[in-house]
């Protein structure tokens, strides 16, 4: 096991389109994290899950993001009806245990919306 | 909101000299962590250095060291003998007991021969 991996590692997406994207996390972490980075930011906080449980999500996450993680292994982020403000690096973590250890990222997925 | 404020848009260090990242961060929690990762140019994102809000003594990883101040709500990092490899993004960090990491806006810096 090599660490987070995060499919596809770029998507240029036409406006009004769905997209998906995919991320493995490290096999025995139970938490995985999806944070959205845009251009000379810092990463924001989207949504968490424990194992398959969906526990927290941002007020970033709109009714347009959806996020799943079935039988608690990889994890699925879809946006629908692309916008252009989407245009960013979406980021997954993973991490493992009951108190904040430490969060593993992948390389993240670009998306450009055009 | 809580936020992490770094001040340092860009920093400059010669190699081997040492240099001093700034951070700030508001909480109303009395239990949280914090955290300094590193994000390279192109490459993913690695954790440098951690501190639990509840234990007094600053945590030290080899050349990257922390000056946490909890009544001021401060957490620089500290990196000596700068490396050419230390050139990155760097961010600062903040968990709840929710977990969830609350970057500040990120620190460039540049490492020169």
């Known amino acids: 096991d090599t660490g987070v991996s995060q499919n596809p590692r770029h998507k240029i997406t036409k406006r009004g389109q769905n997209v998906t994207f995919r991320c493995d996390p490290i096999s025995e972490h139970n938490r995985l994290y999806w944070y959205r980075q845009t251009l000379g930011q810092g990463p924001e906080f989207l949504t968490y899950?424990?194992?398959?449980?969906?526990?927290?999500k941002s007020r970033l996450l709109s009714d347009r993001f959806s996020a799943e993680r079935p039988k608690g292994s990889f994890s699925t982020l879809e946006i629908q009806r692309t916008e252009q403000g989407d245009s960013a690096m979406y980021l997954c973590?993973?991490?493992?245990?009951?108190?904040?250890?430490?969060?593993?990222f992948g390389q993240g997925t670009r998306l450009t919306v055009v | 909101a809580q936020t992490v404020t770094q001040s340092q848009p860009e920093m400059s260090v010669q190699e081997a000299e040492t240099v001093t990242l700034s951070c700030t961060y508001d909480?109303?929690?009395?239990?949280?962590?914090l955290f300094w990762y590193k994000q390279p140019p192109s490459r993913q994102m690695i954790l440098v250095i951690r501190q639990e809000a509840y234990k007094q003594q600053n945590a030290t990883e080899n050349r990257f060291s922390v000056n946490f101040q909890k009544a001021a709500k401060s957490f620089s990092l500290k990196i000596s003998d700068s490396q050419l490899g230390d050139a990155a993004m760097y961010f600062c960090a903040r968990a709840n007991s929710g977990y969830a990491l609350n970057f500040g806006k990120g620190t460039s810096l540049l490492v020169t021969p």
């Open positions: 899950f424990q194992n398959e449980a969906q526990l927290e």
């Open positions: 909480t109303s929690e009395s239990d949280y962590y």
């Open positions: 973590a993973s991490s493992l245990g009951h108190t904040n250890t430490e969060a593993f």
